[in-house]
């Protein structure tokens, strides 16, 4: 049974149908006179730009544009947009058009820079943000520190840091906590190693207003990073590259940076571990992938190493601040660890070629080199590493090792002493001090020295190795048993440490272990005249069993 309605309640649900309906009808009389209301959508143009949403932001604008073709104001907002959603060429365009209604619009000629500079055209930038610094006309809802920050940028990199700060600066009047030019103006300090400065203005951005434009407070991070770094602070700069993760956990250059930090501190795994989430991210980044060859040179994985310089010498040429000598440099050493010599020089070559200031890569140049019996270019190759840099250890070092292939030894001797006198913590120059030191017959210096080698590395095979030789030497055999137990524990199956082994039996008159031990080290290497005269003399000297 249909339910009955009234005269009554017919008016009342016609009444509440038309009450329903008319908030709807207000609305789309609202939208339409929205529709050709010029202010309502050049506002929206400049709201939706400034919460980011760009895309939104454009129709807004194309929206006023159809209603006033001729405003500047609106042309230059427009570029704006276009210039944040990287259409760089259009955004030319829009301020061009914005500056024929208006030629005194300085916000269009700055986002006339900054559009050159996303196009890698950056004297038309600089020189455009200049015009729009020297017009100062129009800045619609900015200021002309938008200029002056973008002018530093374009400063610094012309790496002009120093006029790149006066521009910050000059922001900075207009907006003391602005983030983003605290941040730059850090960036700029660091390059110039002026590191408690760089501190203090990226702690300033971290402080500031928050606005960090395209970027964020990762970049002030990473900044604060890199100036701790260079003041060797390594557990503070971990804490700032950490922080920037923390932020930005996909950000390559933090992951290569802190790989900087701990290949610094030796912590060879650990850096290896963060190149490769920074290749992760960024499989070309050239910095990253030297780097890596690095850490792999360090760890003796030569062949991955070689295959990771070139992937650096390939890569996308993002070096920061190393540079691609440095990758030739590690691919030399790379090659000279797989024994190609010849192509290691090639690489070694390439790498002072492209750096004829590169101590580094000249000492490591003189080492290979050595290995192609070369030595006196391998002496005048240190000699250019210690006139760049004196105090550079390595050269002094390798000095002595070539000098002691020449038969030199004390002019070796003199070069160990000073590599000593610069690196007292160097193992190795120890260990090789040591062998001149036994060569000399100065067998109790030698034996000081080698001893002071195994405390600061007591891995060193040599160090044990010839330290059982002085031991012997100085008629020790005892002690000169367990020294050579030290070594074969590091190299199990090296036939010079069973032929020590056999001399320091053979002397003790423990004529069948030292037989086994001398048929042991023949075994390994039948050449070995040393181990086959020991052998003879002992097979002679056996004393029958009982």
């Known amino acids: 049974m249909q339910p009955h309605l009234n005269w009554l309640g017919i008016q009342t649900l016609t009444l509440l149908l038309w009450v329903s309906s008319a908030p709807m009808l207000l609305a789309q009389v609202n939208f339409q006179e929205k529709l050709k209301d010029f202010p309502y959508w050049s506002n929206l143009c400049n709201l939706q730009a400034d919460a980011g949403a760009y895309e939104d932001a454009l129709k807004s604008c194309e929206g006023a544009i159809a209603l006033e073709r001729e405003d500047a104001g609106i042309w230059a907002d427009y570029s704006g947009v276009l210039l944040n959603l990287k259409k760089y060429p259009d955004a030319i365009a829009a301020a061009e058009k914005s500056l024929q209604l208006n030629p005194k619009t300085s916000l269009a000629i700055t986002y006339q820079c900054m559009a050159f500079y996303g196009l890698q055209r950056y004297e038309e930038a600089l020189d455009t943000c200049t015009l729009a610094l020297k017009v100062d006309g129009n800045w619609g809802r900015f200021s002309p520190a938008l200029a002056w920050r973008q002018r530093g940028i374009l400063l610094s990199h012309r790496t002009e840091y120093e006029q790149a700060i006066i521009a910050f600066d000059r922001t900075l009047l207009l907006e003391p906590k602005d983030s983003l030019t605290l941040a730059y103006r850090c960036q700029a300090l660091v390059q110039l190693q002026r590191n408690e400065a760089a501190i203090d203005s990226c702690d300033q951005a971290l402080a500031g207003n928050g606005k960090w434009g395209d970027k964020t407070a990762a970049f002030a991070w990473i900044n604060r990073g890199l100036a701790h770094r260079q003041l060797q602070q390594w557990v503070k700069a971990i804490a700032d590259y950490d922080q920037a993760l923390a932020i930005e956990p996909a950000n390559a250059l933090a992951w290569a940076a802190e790989g900087v930090i701990f290949e610094n501190l030796a912590r060879f795994n ?47 040429g993002n070096w920061q601040d190393k540079f691609p000598a440095q990758a030739w440099n590690q691919r030399a050493k790379a090659l000279t660890g797989l024994g190609k010599y010849e192509e290691a020089l090639a690489s070694a070559n ?18 290979i080199l050595w290995y192609l019996q070369q030595y006196e270019a391998a002496l005048d190759s240190t000699q250019r590493a210690i006139q760049l840099n004196p105090n550079y250890a390595k050269a002094w070092l390798n000095r002595g090792i070539i000098f002691k292939a020449m038969g030199q030894t004390q002019d070796s001797l003199q070069a160990y002493d000073e590599a000593l006198r610069l690196d007292p913590i160097d193992s ?7 062998i001149v030191l036994l060569e000399l017959g100065e067998l109790n210096t030698a034996l000081t020295s080698i001893d002071n080698g195994l405390q600061l590395n007591p891995t060193s095979f040599l160090g044990w190795y010839n330290k059982g030789v002085i031991l012997v030497k100085l008629r020790r055999y005892e002690e000169a048993l367990i020294t ?17 082994f056999g001399l320091a039996l053979f002397f003790l008159k423990r004529y069948p272990e030292a037989i086994t031990a001398l048929q042991a080290a023949l075994k390994l290497d039948p050449t070995l005249s040393l181990a086959q005269e020991a052998l003879k003399t002992a097979t002679e000297r056996q004393t029958p069993q009982n």
């Open 270 to 316: 650990e850096s290896l571990t963060s190149y490769d989430r920074a290749l992760q991210i960024n499989p070309k980044f050239s910095l990253a992938q030297a780097g890596r060859c690095t850490m792999l040179n360090q760890l003796e994985q030569y062949k991955e190493a070689l295959a990771a310089c070139d992937q650096a010498i390939q890569g996308d």
């Open 428 to 434: 190795e120059a120890w260990v090789n001090r040591a």
């Open 484 to 500: 050579y137990e030290q070594a074969a524990k590091i190299k199990p199956n090296d036939a010079n440490v069973f032929t020590g």
């Open 350 to 367: 390439r790498a002072v070629g492209m750096a004829l200031n590169y101590t580094e890569a000249w000492s490591d140049r003189s080492a």
